[in-house]
């Protein structure tokens, strides 16, 4: 979503400015669908390029000149039909750093037309290369309109503020001093609820098919209207699932697109492929640690980092600080812990009754014995130390996903701990398309002081939260960090009962 008639202000106000967004938010779509808008309208000559093919010339800006300077000159022959700036290079063939403000001059100057320029990519730069084009920007800012362009709008994932860019001599410069004009910082917005909904009726209102009512409160948990999450949720339930494509008669429910989720997940589509190689970065673990965890206090957190990590995508910050949307709360523990689930055997004989549920005491005792093994190690091995108690039961309990069941994750920055809520279906051959599914709560928190009243608050927690979901199972663990607390006093288990009602409580 775009707010098309502030950016028209803007650029009657002859403003530059940025506008930024996550990847896969529709942002390119965007600004080609403006770009075509704006010139049909015959005011000014608006041109849409993309420079991060410069990317690979970092620290070099002679040779990020050259790269700009071509990309904005086919561009312009593409968009525009105009081979005026081809001509220009070849009538200017030795390059220097100050190039693209030439190139930019020159076609400012002699185009019958104000431009509006778009630059895509713009943090897809480094060093001096971005430096050099900001800076070049900055020059032209007070030329504007008849030798520069009426309007220059700077597109990428951060805003430019955020850069932080280091020149070949280790000068640290940031994006706002170097492009200190910009007006205003705008962002692409997600898709409303009503906007998710329409969407999905334009299948409706082409093919006859109908949509459960059900799945849309789901779908917007699941994806808070993230552009490529709704779309691809979509093509999972209208295309993908051979037997609702070829019938479409058939009613899409709840369970269908519940199933698309699960494959869309496990997919590892490039969108949340990139989204967790993001988790690797120093600025992201801080942040996201921090909420995997549910500590608050203990974490000093820039907020420069906490807002890069907004940008991305990855958290929202209203009404409290948390991950983004629920298919990003599954993924982001998934991957993190993807080579400790690898090397769990998955043998579910064990921890399956006769009547096939999960004998949820054996597979707690069987977690706390792993735990047991396994902490050290992670904590000498990965980077999100804090997180690991959380991280290392969610591995563990994937095998119950692998066997057919589901697990839905729920934390938050400041909440001190960890909801997770399990759903296995009792009867295989319906599935989840039968009524008869065990539902089972665990709490998880960390034991920073007193027992007992941890234990009592854990309790709490946990009956409200089994309240919400309709469990039928309640299981409260904490997780002792102490060192010098021995093993066998850490290893626990009793049965708690508040308002009639049974809590096993673990400790690990």
Request: aromatic share 10%; proline share 3%.
């Amino acid at each position: 979503r775009i707010d098309y008639e502030e950016i028209e202000s803007l650029i009657g106000q002859k403003r530059y400015f940025v506008l930024h967004a996550p990847r896969q938010t529709g942002k390119t779509s965007a600004l080609l669908e403006m770009m075509n808008r704006i010139n049909s309208e015959g005011q000014y000559d608006c041109l849409y390029v993309n420079i991060e093919a410069s990317q690979v010339d970092r620290n070099d800006a002679i040779e990020g000149a050259k790269t700009i300077c071509s990309v904005i000159a086919k561009a312009v022959s593409f968009y525009l039909g105009n081979e005026t700036l081809r001509q220009w290079i070849e009538d200017n063939p030795i390059i220097t750093k100050d190039t693209v403000g030439s190139l930019i001059r020159y076609w400012s100057r002699n185009n019958p037309k104000p431009i509006v320029l778009f630059i895509d990519e713009i943090d897809a730069l480094v060093g001096d290369t971005l430096i050099s084009l900001l800076r070049q920007i900055r020059s032209g800012y007070n030329q504007r309109p008849q030798a520069f362009p009426i309007s220059i709008i700077l597109c990428g994932v951060r805003d430019v503020r955020d850069y932080r860019i280091h020149t070949k001599d280790n000068e640290i410069i940031t994006g706002g001093s170097a492009f200190n004009i910009k007006a205003e910082s705008l962002t692409i917005g997600n898709f409303t609820y009503e906007e998710c909904k329409n969407l999905y009726f334009q299948h409706t209102s082409e093919t006859g098919q109908k949509f459960e009512e059900t799945i849309f409160p789901k779908l917007w948990s699941d994806t808070k209207g993230q552009p490529w999450l709704v779309n691809a949720l979509a093509r999972q339930l209208t295309w993908k699932n051979k037997t609702l494509r070829k019938d479409r008669t058939k009613l899409i429910t709840l369970e269908h697109y519940k199933e698309a989720r699960e494959i869309l997940i496990h997919s590892r589509a490039t969108h949340l492929d990139q989204l967790v190689d993001k988790l690797q970065e120093p600025r992201v673990k801080s942040v996201v640690t921090a909420i995997l965890s549910g500590k608050k206090n203990n974490f000093k957190i820039k907020s420069n980092d906490q807002q890069y990590v907004k940008d991305l995508g990855l958290i929202v910050t209203k009404p409290k600080v948390a991950i983004a949307n629920d298919i990003y709360k599954e993924t982001i523990p998934r991957e993190l812990t993807w080579v400790t689930q690898t090397r769990i055997i998955n043998e579910s004989h064990w921890y399956i009754k006769d009547d096939n549920s999960i004998d949820m005491v054996k597979l707690l005792k069987a977690f706390q014995q792993f735990f047991r093994e396994n902490i050290d190690s992670w904590d000498q091995s990965y980077d999100y130390k804090e997180a690991g108690p959380g991280l290392l039961l969610q591995a563990f309990l994937q095998r119950i996903i692998n066997g057919g069941g589901r697990i839905n994750r729920e934390y938050g920055l400041g909440r001190k701990r960890t909801d997770i809520f399990i759903e296995y279906p009792l009867d295989k051959e319906l599935g989840f398309f039968g009524e008869n599914i065990q539902r089972v709560i665990i709490e998880t928190k960390i034991l920073y002081s007193n027992l007992d009243k941890t234990i009592q608050k854990g309790i709490e927690q946990t009956l409200e939260y089994g309240d919400t979901v309709g469990a039928d199972e309640h299981h409260l663990l904490i997780f002792n960090r102490k060192k010098k607390v021995k093993w066998k006093k850490k290893i626990w288990q009793k049965d708690k009962f508040y308002d009639k009602r049974k809590i096993s409580v673990w400790g690990c």
